[in-house]
């Protein structure tokens, strides 16, 4: 019995000091220095849209030139798994899911040799700040298929980034954003009105199929852009990038070249659209060359 009991004895004292260690650890206090939290809608904090237009949020944390080193996240929950959208006045959720863009984003202002201030990469589980030198972002988006049945009205929204209880590595508290506003509301009978916020709609729906990579629908919508604005050198730019993600290359360079007459004189040429051409032109060349270097089939006897 006596070893049995000094086995149990010993697991009891393992026991209580593990939890020991786990009231201290919920007891700690929150760091009374906190990050700071952005939310952008739409690359604003004031959007006004039409049912239908995606949403683009993101989210980023940041600090002060003067802040010492801090590290937000673990292993266990990456940094940007502490952040979330939340709605003002009230308890209920945003009406609209949201699902991840990409991958949560690192900028780093770091000057080099040659004077250049910031790279972006791929950001690790953990979010490290300190100086003022970097700014982590992740960005959510809502389909134009989840905001259709949006009702009119205003939505205040912010962002909320807080550590679980249990997680006291690193920073742990709650701190918030300062809110965004979404206005949807319905294009009102003017032509003016109807043609700004539909063309907004459409502009913004291409956009979020090109990311996806849904070209059919990239393609419907840019068309329905092209035919609203046709005089405007985005529709056709969009209309392209559409084309060209159907590998529809003639149709492609036809829409850019067609954007490059309604760019005005007065700005420089667009240098993205000039080398949204040179590829289409390349790739062409290439698949031409490619052809023609293939072997020519030799008919049976």
Do not use: C
Not at 94 to 103: A, C, D, K, T
Not at 107 to 125: F, H, I, N
Not at 200 to 209: D, F, I, N, P, V
Not at 264 to 293: H, K, T, V, W
């Amino acid at each position: 019995m006596k070893p049995l009991r000094r086995i149990g004895l010993s697991t009891l004292g393992v026991s209580a000091a593990l939890l020991g260690v786990y009231l201290v650890a919920i007891n700690v206090r929150p760091s009374e220095r906190r990050p700071g939290v952005t939310l952008l809608v739409n690359h604003s904090t004031r959007v006004e849209v039409a049912p239908g237009a995606p949403l683009l949020f993101e989210i980023s944390i940041s600090d002060g030139p003067n802040d010492p080193p801090l590290q937000i996240g673990s292993r266990w929950r990456a940094w940007h798994r502490l952040v979330r959208l939340e709605r003002l006045g009230g308890d209920e959720l945003p009406p609209w899911r949201l699902q991840p863009v990409g991958e949560p984003r690192s900028l780093k202002v770091e000057r080099d040799s040659e004077g250049r201030s910031s790279l972006s990469t791929p950001s690790g589980a953990i979010a490290q700040l300190g100086g003022g030198r970097s700014v982590h972002t992740v960005a959510f988006s809502a389909s134009p298929e989840d905001t259709t049945s949006v009702a009119p009205g205003d939505y205040l929204v912010r962002a909320v980034l807080e550590t679980p209880f249990w997680l006291r590595w690193g920073w742990h508290g709650r701190t918030i954003s300062a809110p965004a506003r979404v206005t949807v509301r319905r294009p009102a009978s003017g032509p003016e009105q109807v043609r700004s916020l539909e063309s907004e709609r459409l502009a913004g729906a291409t956009r979020h199929y090109l990311s996806a990579g849904r070209s059919a629908e990239a393609l419907r919508f840019a068309q329905e852009l092209a035919t609203l604005e046709p005089e405007r050198a985005r529709s056709h730019v969009l209309l392209g990038d559409a084309l060209a993600l159907q590998r529809s290359t003639k149709e492609a360079l036809s829409a850019y070249l067609r954007a490059m007459k309604l760019v005005p004189r007065s700005y420089d040429e667009p240098e993205p659209l000039r080398q949204r051409i040179d590829n289409l032109m390349r790739d062409e060349e290439e698949r031409a060359r490619r052809g023609a270097a293939a072997p020519t089939a030799v008919p049976r006897p």
